[in-house]
């Protein structure tokens, strides 16, 4: 019963990831209408929580001895998610405020970024049919945990009312978020490239 708890709480902690970035959202889009501190604070509160629950929900999975096939897939599941709700935001946020060129860059970054999402999800039910794990790649973890606090970073840059961070500082840092997101695709192009080209070759009993 206790591990059931246990799952049960780990479980929670990746889900929860998918309301609080929407919570998030919705926070951004009235702040741009209506700016406030408090608003701007527990909006921005809840992007940093939404992220850091990545880190907690694997660190308590390993801890409580309740790692499962559905958390494996569960949590890019809901990274997806969090990639979805920020990204294109950021780009609104970035044209709001008349940083047209910034907004631009955040655009190719995100279709970048989630370029490699459905190429990962391709290249997986690629290497499931053989039999090929589907497991998180170290370099998957790596780019989850630099683009997290990089989108918490962009929108600090962007909207907190106290400016104390340079424009250049966000630029450096978004431009290693895409190294790796390209480096990352390649990688785990590299890992089921084997499973592409058996999955191309042509039956040979036809």
């Known amino acids: 019963m206790a591990r059931m708890i246990k799952l049960g709480f780990v479980t ?4 929860v990831r998918f309301p609080l970035v929407l919570a998030f959202a919705a926070g951004a889009v009235l702040y741009t209408m209506r700016p406030s501190v408090p608003l701007f604070a527990v909006t921005f509160a809840m992007l940093v929580t939404s992220a850091v629950t990545d880190l907690f929900d ?14 494996a897939h569960m949590d890019p599941l809901m990274d997806k998610f969090f990639y979805l709700s920020t990204l ?3 780009i609104f946020v970035a044209v709001q405020n008349g940083n047209t060129n910034h907004g631009i860059f955040l655009l190719i970054i995100t279709i970048l970024f989630l ?3 459905q190429w990962v999800t391709f290249l997986r039910s690629i290497g499931a049919m053989d039999d090929v794990s589907g497991g998180a790649h170290w370099s998957g973890k790596v780019r989850t945990a630099l683009n997290f606090p ?5 929108y600090l840059g962007e909207e907190c009312p ?5 424009p250049v500082v966000v630029y450096v840092f978004e431009a290693i978020g895409l190294a790796v997101n390209l480096l990352s695709a390649w990688i785990y192009t590299h890992r089921y490239w084997p499973s592409l080209k058996k999955a191309a070759a042509l039956d040979q009993h036809h």
């Open 162 to 166: 106290w400016q104390f961070i340079p």
């Open 58 to 71: 694997g660190y308590f999975a390993r801890k409580f001895s309740v790692q499962t096939a559905l958390g």
């Open 12 to 15: 929670a902690l990746t889900v």
């Open 88 to 90: 294109p935001l950021l």
């Open 150 to 154: 990089l989108i918490c970073l962009i």
């Open 115 to 117: 370029s490699r999402d």
